[in-house]
Every structure is written in structure tokens, then in C-alpha cells.
């Protein structure tokens, strides 16, 4: 292959990588930063210890069920914005057999239901850990 069919190639995939999503969160302004206090240490009666698997599994499961950079569409309803966020959320994982975990994400009772309950708003996942891949999705 001659070079001058090489640059047109090497642009284009230079170009795809401009339109890759950061995948790291939002992080606040140095000002707003400079004002949190933290703890000399996580007070023993509040904190949670979550292995790095059961993080790793719950993290996959939700960037599938919702990723971070999907927003409601223009003139939705209160409801419709509660089901795009997170904390309207419980997410449940249990350990399985060969390195899976299984995830399960349901709608927190009465938050986003103001005009009557909503079905169906969740889902269970099989997760490999080791390969950090989702094996199935159960909606």
C-alpha cells in the first residue's frame, strides 16, 4: 500500500477518536472543591464497605441500564425526568457461581410514580467480573 493511500486512512480514524465520550465524571470548580471538609475518618456507624467486584459489577450494569450522558428529551413530564436519574434507583447484587454477579435495578417505591405506578422499570443483569463484560440481560 502506498503512502498516499495510508493518510487518508490515518486521518480518519485520528478524527474518530475526537468524538470518543469521556467516560470520567464531572468534577466541581476548584472554589466549590476548597469548601467540602473531610473527616479525619468515615464514621464507623454510617460507612459501607463494598468489595471491588459487587462496585465493578453495579457500575457496568447501571452505565448499560442508564448511562450518565443520556438526558430526558425536550418537554418531558416531572416522571419522565425522575426515570432518568440515578438516585430514583435501588440496585441489589448477589454473587453467582464461576465469577458472576448478578444486578438487579428497580425503581425505588413511590418515587417517580405521582400518577399511578410504573411497570417495568428495571432490570436484572449477569455480570463476568474477570472479563468485565455484562453475559445477559433479564428485562
Do not use: W
Not at 486512512?9 to 470520567?24: E, P
Amino acid at each position: 500500500m502506498k503512502f498516499g493511500a495510508l493518510l487518508p486512512l490515518c486521518l480518519l480514524f485520528s478524527a474518530c477518536a475526537l468524538f470518543q465520550r469521556d467516560t470520567r465524571p464531572v468534577h466541581a470548580p476548584p472554589e466549590e472543591a476548597a469548601r467540602v471538609q473531610f473527616p479525619l475518618d468515615l464514621p464507623a456507624d454510617t460507612r459501607m464497605t463494598l468489595s471491588g467486584a459487587l462496585v465493578t459489577a453495579m457500575q457496568l450494569a447501571l452505565d448499560d441500564f442508564l448511562p450518565l450522558n443520556v438526558k430526558p428529551h425536550s418537554g418531558a413530564s416531572p416522571e419522565e425526568v425522575c426515570l432518568y436519574q440515578r438516585e430514583s434507583y435501588d440496585v441489589i447484587a448477589s454473587p453467582g457461581a464461576d465469577g458472576v454477579m448478578f444486578v438487579r435495578i428497580t425503581l425505588r417505591p413511590d418515587t417517580c410514580e405521582k400518577h399511578g405506578p410504573i411497570m417495568d422499570m428495571g432490570a436484572t443483569y449477569a455480570v463476568d467480573i474477570a472479563g468485565r463484560r455484562i453475559l445477559a440481560v433479564q428485562r
